[in-house]
């Protein structure tokens, strides 16, 4: 198994500011309407990482209520896919 990238690592940090920004933009879609902008940025691993969870889940259960209320969400990971440096195929 391929050794994972350290997350916290300089190159990241555009990632987790385009996340941060989403979140503190959708305070009360991700339960947290009265946390302070801080709080939301000390968790945007958190965040990240439940948001994945779900949105994995709500895929594969077909939630369609889901998907269609954290959008913005599903939005934000394409266009961060699409960001990607495209991987060859055999490789």
Do not use: C
Not at 9 to 20: E, G, H, M, V
């Amino acid at each position: 198994m391929p050794e994972l990238p350290d997350l916290n690592s300089p190159q990241f940090a555009p990632i987790k500011t385009r996340l941060a920004k989403v979140y503190l933009d959708h305070k009360a879609d991700i339960g947290a309407p009265h946390a302070t902008d801080q709080d939301i940025l000390d968790q945007v691993d958190d965040i990240t990482a439940l948001m994945l969870g779900a949105l994995g889940r709500a895929m594969a259960e077909r939630r369609h209520t889901w998907l269609q209320h954290y959008g913005w969400f599903t939005d934000l990971v394409i266009e961060l896919l699409d960001d990607l440096p495209a991987a060859p195929l055999d490789g």
